[in-house]
């Protein structure tokens, strides 16, 4: 009885061990996906900001030529 009691506990013990691993293995995957997602926005606002640098330089262009004119 003692023994199988022992063994009962350990399997517990073995199950709980599993529980936190897969639980921490959720919680890095998920903080992976959310820096993911930050890299990529940021990516995003980056590429705006490029396009709308290039359009400003445009514009200023077409100013500078009037000017001349």
């Known amino acids: 009885d ?4 022992r063994i009962s506990r350990l399997e517990e013990k073995i199950s709980e061990v599993e529980s936190h ?3 921490r ?3 890095d995957e998920s ?3 959310a820096l993911i997602d930050e ?3 940021q990516d995003d606002q980056i ?5 709308g640098y290039v359009e400003l330089g445009e514009m200023m262009q ?3 030529e ?3 004119n």
């Open 39 to 41: 890299v990529e926005n």
């Open 25 to 27: 293995d959720k919680v």
């Open 21 to 23: 691993v897969k639980n």
């Open 66 to 68: 009037e000017l001349k």
């Open 31 to 33: 903080d992976f996906k």
């Open 47 to 51: 590429d705006e900001i490029r396009e």
């Open 2 to 5: 003692q023994v199988k009691e």
């Open 62 to 64: 077409l100013v500078l």
